[in-house]
């Protein structure tokens, strides 16, 4: 079984895009961005309009209120339990959405490990604050070079945890990985992502912004904030509505925050790529300047089809 991935940075299209291909095959979308989960988080999060998912069934989008969690770990749970579903078999799912921690999930899925031990944590810990955490990860190095080289010296959670696996198991988290990953291969992932000349994305980001802002997103935040529940740390760092809030506490001019907003998307735009990158097998989805949805929509059919999704 195949499952298509439609990504990219924000802003290249992936909704609307997403939308065209769901139509022409008669699928469903799974929504893999962290910020569609809540509830009344709307004009900030560009979020598919009431007609389009009218007309495609979309998932995983208003599941949540904006004061409670929703993690990678349950998602990805979730997700797995719709795919796997008997009354799934026959669905075409197309997953959309640029939030690579939760791709990532999908696509390696989320090796939990042995529990935690806390003397061993301990242990490292103080070793770093005594040697530097360069010297923790040099003991990473030696039990499991693979796992260091994919960690900064600086990343000490990850390094520690890493290093407690070792000790519990006797065997690197690296191959520990590898193996639940091939364990779990019920279902194969076709990774797509739209690419657009990095002046093309700014573009489109800078009128986004704007957009967002006439339509009210000011209100929103307000609307939001008002709720005794409040916001969870999560919805906090939402794109947008983190500047708008700083706004309305009074530590950024309206001005400043929309140009704010610009620029915090942009270099989540840039962030989003580098991961983009590192996905093994994505097939590129080269869109030129105001090229249509409709466009790279055909260029997703054709591939699909050509696999007998």
């Given amino acids: 079984m195949t499952i298509a991935i439609l990504t990219g940075p924000t802003a290249c299209d992936k909704t609307e895009v997403g ?22 988080m709307d004009i900030g999060t560009a979020k598919p309009s009431p007609g389009m998912r009218e007309r495609v069934p979309h998932h995983f989008i208003d599941i949540v209120d904006p004061w409670e969690s929703y993690s990678v770990g349950r998602y990805v ?45 301990r242990e490292l810990e103080g070793l770093a604050d005594e040697k530097g955490n360069q010297h923790v990860h040099g003991i990473l190095e030696r039990i499991d070079p693979v796992k260091a080289g994919e960690l900064h010296p600086n990343n000490l959670r990850r390094i520690i945890r890493a290093i407690e696996v070792y000790r519990i198991t006797g065997k ?18 076709k990774i797509m992502c739209i690419a657009r000349e ?26 939001l904030l008002k709720n005794p529940e409040g916001l969870s740390k ?8 983190k500047e708008v809030i700083q706004y309305l506490d009074g530590e950024l001019t309206l001005d400043e925050a929309r140009d704010m ?11 989003q790529m580098t991961w983009f990158r590192s996905f093994p097998d994505v097939q590129w989805l080269e869109a030129e300047e105001y090229e249509g949805p409709e466009s790279t929509a055909e260029k997703i059919i054709s591939s699909l089809k050509s696999e007998n999704f």
Avoid: C, H
């Fill in 172 to 189: 690197p988290v690296s191959v520990l990985q590898e193996q639940y990953k091939l364990a779990r291969k019920s279902y194969q992932f």
């Fill in 77 to 121: 749970d979730d997700v797995e339990a719709l795919i796997n579903d008997v009354d799934s078999k026959e669905r075409k799912f197309l997953i959309v959405g640029g939030s690579p921690l939760y791709i990532k999930g999908l696509v390696d899925g989320i090796f939990n490990g042995p529990g935690a031990d806390w003397d061993i944590r």
């Fill in 19 to 40: 939308f065209t291909v769901a139509q022409k095959i008669r699928g469903e979308i799974i929504s893999a961005d962290s910020m569609l989960f809540y509830r009344g």
């Fill in 261 to 271: 907003v610009k620029l915090s998307t942009r270099r989540f735009a840039k962030r």
């Fill in 198 to 223: 990095r002046e093309d994305i700014y573009r489109r980001i800078n009128e986004r912004v704007e957009t967002m802002f006439d339509r009210g997103l000011i209100d929103e935040v307000q609307s």
């Fill in 234 to 241: 999560q919805a906090r760092q939402a794109l947008g509505y």
